[in-house]
């Protein structure tokens, strides 16, 4: 027997989990939220580290007025970049206002419920029976070493992801892998605090985003195609914008626009940041990685075949996040053997709902079928109404008018 039971479970508290919260809520569900809010970014993201995305980009889905981060901030102009302190803070304030009382708690099991359901186990060891699960955790589970670092102990190597104070590193000699705003912002502000860093890029050169341009003619803006939460041009806002159709373009299209859609690059205000303080080796591939002398020797190969040997103390790999249903193990073996999945990732109707009826994934983990803005907190709000819309449409009782807001209705009328 459950300890206790409600209509969903969201498991995660960030952007995509509170967004969906705060909806779902709106409709007059019981829902609980498991996680202290933001804590991924407070935990794992770097002080002095800023957001990528423009002020407008950085909304979170609800359903309410004024619960933006440019409501909450109208006078941050566009393009300002936002501190990683600032739109944690905001998260928070989001959470206060339109979900009171999330737990601060993990999910560490959900299992299929007898006979129908889920049964969701927490780290305080309470089990609720749930007729619906949104799994929302984030990008956390999937950070990603390569191979050729992939085994070494913590101490040598370790993910970008894994370093909210990079202040340990002062003094030391650092490689930071990638050529993304992580590692290069990574890198800067290591070498903020004193450490040498030395970046290892397999890209030719390195890319850096252009400064926004706010006050575009009309001519311009016809020709550079219109501006939307993933930057400027018809396709790009096509994929952020309207990521309903991208999940009906064939999967090899939609797997080809994921990976292509914004390449790694550095943002336009970090560029004069990177100076002679951080060392760039650009067209250099990873070998052989190995502890020697208490640190760490990479080999890498650059595009001519010249092995070349690079004796560091740590390691960061700041290579970014692949989705990988096997390493969700909140959800029990059981349970991610009957979910479709197509090259890690999960199948997902046009609602978010996997092949397993109740079971939703919001975030990276939907990117392969919605595409490149479930990257980024910009797709929250699209994902969060989706699912939202589609558990209250199977909540007897309960109907969305036009307005998007819920009705309780008499017992015995009817739902459409």
Same mark, same amino acid.
């Given at each position: ?127 609720? %029976?749930?007729? &619906?699960?949104?799994? =929302? @955790? ?7 070493? $390569?191979?050729? !670092? #992939? ?28 050529? %993304?705003?992580? &590692?290069?912002?990574? =890198? @800067? ?7 040498? $860093?030395?970046? !290892? #890029? ?28 993933? %930057? ?185």
């Amino acid at each position: 027997m459950n300890d206790s039971a409600c209509d969903v479970v969201i498991a995660g508290a960030g952007p995509y989990g509170l967004s969906t919260a705060a909806y779902l809520q709106n409709l007059g569900l019981g829902v609980r939220i498991i996680g202290k809010p933001m804590r991924f970014w407070d935990e794992n993201m770097p002080t002095g580290m800023y957001l990528k995305s423009e002020p407008f980009a950085s909304n979170l889905g609800a359903p309410q007025a004024g619960m933006g981060f440019t409501d909450r901030h109208p006078d941050w102009r566009l393009s300002d970049p936002v501190p990683r302190e600032t739109f944690v803070d905001y998260g928070r304030w989001f959470a206060s206002v339109v979900i009171p009382g999330t737990e601060n708690a993990e999910v560490v099991n959900v299992e299929p419920g007898r006979p129908h359901g889920y049964v969701v186990t927490l780290s305080t060891g309470e089990t609720i %029976g749930a007729r &619906a699960v949104v799994v =929302a @955790v984030g990008v956390g589970p999937f950070a990603h070493i $390569p191979d050729e !670092l #992939a085994g070494l102990p913590s101490w040598l190597v370790s993910h970008s992801s894994a370093h909210r104070d990079l202040g340990p590193f002062a003094g030391r000699e650092v490689a930071v892998v990638g050529a %993304g705003q992580s &590692a290069l912002e990574t =890198a @800067v502000l290591l070498a903020d605090l004193g450490a040498y $860093p030395h970046v !290892l #890029a397999r890209r030719r050169e390195l890319d850096w985003n252009a400064e926004p341009d706010w006050h575009r003619s009309l001519a311009a803006r016809l020709r550079g195609g219109p501006r939307s939460g993933l %930057g400027t041009g018809y396709r790009t806002w096509l994929w952020a914008e309207r990521p309903g159709l991208v999940r009906l373009l064939p999967e090899q299209t939609r797997r080809r626009i994921v990976k292509q859609t914004l390449p790694p690059a550095g943002a336009w205000w970090l560029r004069d940041r990177l100076d002679g303080r951080v060392r760039v080796s650009t067209g250099r591939f990873l070998g052989k990685a190995a502890e020697n002398d208490g640190g760490i020797a990479l080999t890498t190969t650059d595009r001519a075949g010249l092995r070349r040997v690079t004796q560091v103390e740590h390691v960061i790999a700041a290579t970014g996040y692949v989705p990988d249903l096997e390493r969700l193990t909140m959800i029990s073996r059981e349970l991610r053997a009957r979910i479709d999945s197509r090259f890690g990732s999960p199948v997902l109707t046009r609602n978010f709902e996997a092949s397993t009826p109740g079971l939703y994934f919001a975030g990276l983990a939907a990117a392969a079928t919605f595409g490149p803005v479930m990257r980024f907190v910009h797709g929250a709000e699209f994902a969060a109404r989706r699912i939202a819309h589609h558990i209250i449409d199977g909540t007897p009782g309960m109907r969305v008018p036009a307005g998007g807001r819920a009705t309780l209705l008499e017992p015995g009328a009817s739902t459409r």
